[in-house]
């Protein structure tokens, strides 16, 4: 874990430089209050220079930038990309597809990773609790290309069930991750 032992007052951020008290982020990944304030900095806009961040952190640059790539290294910062407005690339329709299987062996459910794979319009894909084994988020430019989308994906592995919502209005959409539990 990194520390700081500079004696400077709270940045603007509430963050006391002196501070070596370490956080969990994830599982058994170990930041600090001012690796934690970092990450939302990159969370909020990734583009910002590193002099910015270390401006806002209260940190020069070189530990700064020393603290980016040891969360880099240690898998908390896992890329850097560009946010597409999906409306923009012609992907108006967003489909919640919700599948059951009657097979739950490893060979089916290698079968299925491998399957999700080739289709980008498979945005999201999870193994679920409950009544739903499955669940995708589709992106597609309308429901002709959904349902172009629903018959390749059934024509490359069979499913027990496909059942499938489609969002009328997008309520709430972030990328970045709440660090409250940190």
Same mark, same amino acid.
């Given at each position: 874990?990194?520390?700081?032992?500079?004696? +400077? *007052?709270? @940045?603007?951020?509430?963050? &006391?430089?002196?501070?070596?008290?370490?956080?969990?982020?994830?599982?058994?990944? %170990?930041?600090?209050?001012?690796?934690?304030?970092?990450?939302?900095?990159l969370?909020?806009?990734? @583009?910002?220079?590193?002099?910015?961040?270390?401006?806002?952190?209260?940190?020069? @640059?070189? *530990?700064?930038?020393?603290?980016?790539?040891?969360?880099?290294?240690?898998?908390?910062?896992?890329? +850097?990309?560009?946010?597409?407005? *999906?409306?923009? /690339?012609?992907?108006?329709?967003?489909?919640? /597809?919700?599948?059951?299987?009657?097979?739950?062996?490893?060979?089916?459910?290698?079968?299925?990773?491998?399957?999700l794979?080739?289709?980008?319009?498979?945005? &999201?894909?999870?193994?679920?609790?409950?009544?739903?084994? !499955?669940?995708?988020?589709?992106?597609?430019?309308?429901?002709?290309? !959904?349902?172009?989308? !629903?018959?390749?994906?059934? &024509?490359?592995?069979?499913? !027990?069930? /496909?059942?499938?919502?489609?969002?009328? &209005?997008?309520?709430?959409r972030?990328?970045?991750? @709440?660090?409250? %539990?940190?």
């Amino acid at each position: 874990m990194v520390g700081v032992t500079k004696s +400077h *007052p709270e @940045s603007e951020f509430g963050i &006391e430089q002196h501070s070596r008290v370490p956080l969990i982020l994830g599982t058994f990944i %170990y930041v600090d209050a001012i690796d934690k304030k970092i990450v939302q900095l990159l969370q909020d806009d990734a @583009s910002r220079s590193t002099r910015e961040i270390a401006d806002l952190v209260g940190l020069s @640059s070189t *530990p700064c930038w020393r603290r980016i790539q040891q969360l880099k290294d240690r898998g908390v910062i896992t890329g +850097h990309v560009a946010l597409v407005d *999906p409306r923009s /690339v012609n992907l108006a329709l967003t489909a919640l /597809v919700l599948i059951r299987t009657s097979e739950h062996n490893a060979a089916w459910t290698d079968r299925l990773i491998d399957t999700l794979s080739e289709f980008d319009e498979i945005v &999201e894909a999870f193994r679920t609790s409950g009544e739903t084994d !499955y669940l995708l988020k589709v992106l597609v430019p309308d429901m002709d290309a !959904y349902d172009s989308f !629903y018959q390749r994906l059934i &024509e490359r592995i069979d499913l !027990y069930d /496909v059942r499938t919502t489609f969002v009328m &209005e997008e309520m709430k959409r972030t990328t970045s991750l @709440s660090l409250d %539990y940190v």
